[in-house]
């Protein structure tokens, strides 16, 4: 079989624990780097590969390479930005994307990516005034509308968010994604009454969604249901597995609600997914050990303070993760 390499190979890589996978990855992505100094996407591809590995000094020093080799190249710089924000290192992704703009300021897809970093940075009144720079046929994008609806959302123009994301489901029924992001607006302004009949409008649509049902399971954890929230936030984990943001919710629920032992459950098949992404994996397991050691495994009820708390965190993860 011609392929038959290749196919050991795969299994062989499949067979591996996430930390050795990363560690042939990277291995192998320098290799070619090494071999190509030549070629600046051999070195985009191993900055990419530490960063997946949580190996950033690595990545920094190799996305400088990349900087030299690449000799001011618009999209080059803009690849970079996008990568850098990607996994939160903002001052650089602002950087790179700014001097993307000055070698081509003529780009408007430049301008979305820089003000879309500037919005995950939470720098709103800036991601504001570079999203105000798009042109006018830049601005009848679907994804520069959401961006500017969760914009006005954070910059407390909650009337003007809230009415394009209707515009948006009226335009786009089937896009799960203005459903719940609808809902975490009603949500921050304190109707979880609102919100619930939001996301069950987008679940007539769009049934099999795991951002409608994660946005379900807030809704119900806020108000006090915990058996519906675990069964829904349960499910949004299945039907989105490459997604952190589901695991770290579900995770949190469970300890906020004494139940250790689906706590470290719900961390552990975080480990060996596929999601995309990194959980400060030690301090998770020294929290969880302390609070198994000290009160057992006791399921209890959030009161209204842990709730509200619950509901901060949620809604940091869908502006981090989503």
Excluded: C
């Amino acid at each position: 079989m011609p392929y038959q390499h290749l196919f050991d190979f795969l299994d062989n890589r499949a067979r591996l624990p996430p930390p050795a996978r990363e560690q042939l990855d990277v291995q192998q992505v320098a290799a070619e780097a090494k071999q190509r100094p030549d070629q600046p996407e051999n070195l985009y591809f191993l900055a990419e590969t530490y960063l997946k590995a949580g190996k950033v000094d690595e990545a920094k020093a190799v996305i400088a390479q990349l900087d030299q080799a690449s000799a001011g190249d618009y999209r080059m710089l803009t690849g970079v930005g996008v990568l850098m924000a990607r996994y939160r290192l903002f001052d650089g992704a602002i950087e790179h994307l700014n001097a993307a703009l000055q070698a081509n300021v003529n780009v408007d897809e430049v301008r979305f990516d820089l003000a879309d970093t500037y919005f995950r940075a939470r720098r709103y009144p800036e991601a504001l005034d570079v999203a105000t720079q798009i042109s006018p046929e830049g601005r009848k994008d679907e994804a520069y509308l959401a961006l500017l609806a969760d914009i006005y959302a954070h910059v407390g123009d909650v009337a003007r968010a809230s009415a394009m994301y209707n515009d948006a489901i009226a335009r786009n029924p089937d896009d799960d994604q203005n459903y719940l992001s609808l809902a975490l607006i009603q949500l921050r302004r304190g109707d979880p009454v609102s919100a619930r009949q939001t996301l069950d409008r987008g679940r007539a649509r769009v049934p099999g969604s795991g951002k409608l049902f994660w946005g379900l399971g807030i809704v119900s954890a806020v108000e006090g249901r915990n058996t519906e929230a675990a069964g829904e936030l349960e499910r949004a984990v299945d039907l989105l597995p490459e997604w952190p943001g589901g695991y770290s919710a579900l995770g949190v629920f469970y300890f906020r609600n004494g139940e250790i032992a689906k706590a470290r459950e719900v961390f552990d098949r975080f480990r060996n997914s596929t999601a995309s992404g990194s959980l400060p994996a030690d301090q998770i397991e020294r929290v969880l050990d302390t609070a198994a050691n000290s009160a057992g495994d006791a399921p209890r009820t959030m009161d209204p303070q842990a709730r509200a708390q619950f509901l901060q965190l949620a809604l940091q993860l869908a502006d981090r993760t989503l």
